[in-house]
DNA sequence: AATGAATGAGGATTCATTCAT
DNA sequence: GATGAATGAATCCTCATTCAT
């Protein structure tokens, strides 16, 4: 029984799919055909709507990082002082939802699909860029021109945390999780401005 | 012409294509034909040596990995005090080879692998716990009982740049890659042994 | 909007559609999907106008017949002796228009259509017959009781003239197409009604 | 059971049962897999000698056109004067072989094939070529430098022959079909070499 | 009159792996 | 010790076609 405008309502729940498959297959192999059965259509009705898989991929990952965005813009609001800005951030990056078996499964493909796929690159790229940028203006007021690169430390910390926690099966609370982020923010802070990075 | 004693041969030469595979396909699906094609044997021969393809790829992975350990170790055995030892485990994990194309690609395939094979997820950890184990050890002469602490913030620094890195097409040189480490070691060595660490 | 008196419209469209995608996929393979886009409507139409695809085609290929047809015709009017009539057929079969690459690949995939299709087959069969019916027609106040064979061998040099012209890439000016045919005419014209044919 | 030196035996079998699948399926999608069954072996291994589908389609082509030169080339050392030697090069396009089914669809395929695949139109070219110049080659000590011309003309006329006659089911015996040619010959001998041909 | 929704059937191709030699 | 032979299983993707709207 074929309704009108279905067609948000399936792109979304393959999207959907498609993240579920990734938490349940750990592999990268999540198939076409494992995804639109598990989203209750045919695989055809998959490359109907987004071409090939790694749009459907794409997709997915999109997905996830306007979730991220979301929720990371909402945490933003609530706090006031560039300090509580930047905690927010880190905290933000280790939210709970981040390590659902899903979540990181998705990363993993991402990373993946980036060295092979153009648009995937650059999606990537500019989540890490955001990422800076959004840590670098709230360490200015608090470390002036050291912020850029007081900020790429920051990130990286946040990236190899987040792996670190992901590669264990058994997942840290958030709070152990940024502790290590939080003290090194301590630390440039306290260091102050006037000092010059490397 | 089967000659006597060919096993060890055959098997660093299959690890061997194994690892420039990886580099050429920047894909996860280095397979095993290509693989023997380039090590100049037949495909069921890397069977007959390795029993499967998760074998070979692991017996790569353990190869770079012992690689990496001799030279860390080397790199520790010319530093004299606990803060060149440190400099010198940070510059290790950012020496040129480690950036060589397959062997980023050989990490990421192994991270990969890891999520569906114990044996790579026990390989890795003991890499994780190894590095961490490191840092801890030269750290404490100098900040005392936050060396775990610390070390664990500097572990996921050291990983998080490398994955920054691997994602640039264009790699860094160590020097640029390895500053904010140093710096947060700098930071963490400044605030002397008796602040609690988070 | 649908609006009334479409069906005309909709099927010369879609015939259009048909002649213009053989042309660009040189391939067999024209789609009713591509062929609908390149009208503007949904596939469903097209099988709502035309039941199945191979109608589709059918209809294509009498419309160029229909067109060849309908030149044929105007040319041998300008026509007056029964010489004059028969070069002006054998010019008519290498009017420019019989070399566009769309229909030349219509050509194409109608002989291909006439293996499986009945409908096609007698189609492709009646233009045979009319061809040399035309010939024949023509010849026999020239060369008496000889005439049919003699437009078999002629209508035989058309089609293999055509499918010669069709294969190169490059296309020659019908004026050295039709030489060859025009020069047999010649011999058996000259060789006159009395000789009897093979 | 594997045996050493299949190579060579599946490679023939799957030709033969390609040819053999063209003859039966009417259409041009004769697919892989229904050339390897009748060849008694996995589509896999099709791909394993050839590559892809189209190479194995060459492979039959080629298969048919060396039988087919040979035929050609015992005919004419059978033959003594320029004047045999052309009646025998007409009458080996019209042997019965040609017209078995298989063959006659193998020649539609190849003549599909050509209009995309580079390999199949150098090879139908080559083909063309070879026969022009072989009918050249005995019409010069008989009409001398109009030769060629009336090579072109022969040669179209084979051509157009043939497919009148392979798209009747039933099909001519070969000596109604060569008469047309013959009829040609006689003609433009019986011109001479004087006479300047178009 | 027209279409969006949906699919079943199928097809080329790939690949790890097995086994007799 | 080494390999050629062979395949089963799987995957992505395409397309004509149907049907409710």
């Known amino acids: 029984m074929p309704k009108l405008g279905m067609e948000p309502i399936r792109r979304a729940s393959l999207v959907d799919a498609a993240i579920a498959e990734f938490g349940r297959a750990r592999t990268l192999d999540a198939t076409v055909g494992q995804i639109a059965r598990r989203a209750g259509v045919s695989p055809a009705l ?3 709507y987004f071409g090939a898989k790694e749009q459907l991929f794409l997709a997915a990952m999109r997905h996830i990082l306007r979730r991220f965005g979301d929720q990371t ?3 933003l609001k609530r706090a006031e002082t560039p300090r ?3 905690d927010a951030l880190a905290r933000a990056c280790f939210q709970p939802e981040q390590f659902h078996p899903e979540v990181v499964a998705a990363w993993r493909n991402f990373s993946v699909l980036a060295q092979t796929s153009p648009d995937a690159q650059r999606l990537l790229r500019r989540y890490h860029r955001r990422l800076r940028s959004n840590l670098a203006h709230d360490l200015r007021p608090l470390i002036g021109a050291r912020a850029p690169a007081a900020a790429a430390g920051v990130a990286a910390m946040l990236a190899g ?3 670190g926690q992901a590669l264990n099966t058994a997942l840290a609370s ?3 999780a940024v502790a290590p982020v ?3 923010l301590d630390l440039e802070i306290a260091a102050g401005p006037s000092e010059p990075s490397a």
């Open 46 to 48: 998959a490359h109907h």
């Open 73 to 75: 813009r909402a945490a």
């Open 84 to 86: 509580a800005r930047l």
């Open 161 to 163: 945390i987040y792996i």
């Open 174 to 176: 958030d709070d152990s």
């Open 182 to 184: 939080l003290r090194h």
